[in-house]
């Protein structure tokens, strides 16, 4: 799977778009860019995933750029329940995969 | 749909005892997995099961043996509990679709051993 470089931390206003990028200059055609969070030691909690096409659901939206080499998630309205660390990944979609390598990702702290 | 349930949350044990923790998932997942995280560190994969009948080795599979009961449980054991091994144990569980192969986390086990 591809590696992934995210910032260490970033801050956000509470009520304004927090928007996290994503680095993935290596990712191949068949790898997806997936999104998941931790808050404080609880469980990794998946937030969207994407292969090249734009997507939204209900927690965020995901933009990944034409050549797929980055990608930002967009939290519209942050809240002080976002604060937590976001993690980026790339995950072959093919079969025989199933390691979800987890890097330090970034720390999002929402301010009030 | 409690999603995936890991039980014990909390368990202290002293070197060289034994325990299992169990997880069961409810969503009907063909994969399972079990985690473990130390403190200001990522996840790292111990064990998984792809599907039912099988298991295999992830990155960390020393002083760990599990068993994939059915399609809904997949338990962790240790056989003799080393210091080394105190951490945050996750059991996750996915299925593999057109769309991916997203990966769902229960809200982990703290095991400390003394």
């Known amino acids: 799977d591809a590696k992934t470089t995210q910032p260490t931390s970033m801050d956000c206003a509470e009520g304004r778009a927090a928007n996290l990028p994503c680095n993935h200059s290596?990712?191949?055609?068949?790898?997806?860019v997936y999104w998941y969070r931790q808050i404080h030691s609880q469980g990794p909690q998946y937030i969207i995933h994407?292969?090249?096409n734009n997507e939204t659901n209900e927690m965020a939206s995901l933009i990944i750029t034409e050549d797929r080499k980055s990608s930002t998630l967009i939290l519209p309205h942050a809240t002080l329940r976002d604060t937590a660390v976001y993690y980026c990944i790339a995950l072959f979609s093919g079969a025989g995969s199933y390691q979800l390598t987890f890097g330090k990702g970034t720390k999002l702290s929402v301010i009030p | 749909n409690a999603g995936v349930t890991q039980t014990p949350k909390f368990q202290v044990l002293k070197t060289g005892q034994s325990m299992t923790l169990q997880c069961a998932q409810d969503?009907?997942?063909?994969?399972m997995y079990w985690y473990r995280q130390d403190p200001g560190m990522g996840l790292r994969l111990i064990y998984y099961?792809?599907?039912?009948?099988?298991?295999d080795k992830g990155e960390v599979p020393n002083g760990y043996n599990v068993s994939r009961l059915n399609k809904r449980e997949f338990s962790l054991r240790l056989e003799s509990a080393a210091p080394s091994q105190t951490s945050v144990y996750f059991c996750?569980?996915?299925?593999?679709?057109?769309?991916?192969?997203?990966?769902?986390f229960g809200e982990g086990s703290w095991l400390t051993v003394v």
């Open positions: 290596t990712i191949s055609g068949n790898e997806y």
């Open positions: 994407g292969l090249k």
């Open positions: 969503m009907n997942h063909n994969s």
């Open positions: 996750a569980s996915s299925l593999r679709t057109d769309s991916g192969n997203t990966i769902y």
């Open positions: 099961s792809a599907s039912e009948g099988t298991t």
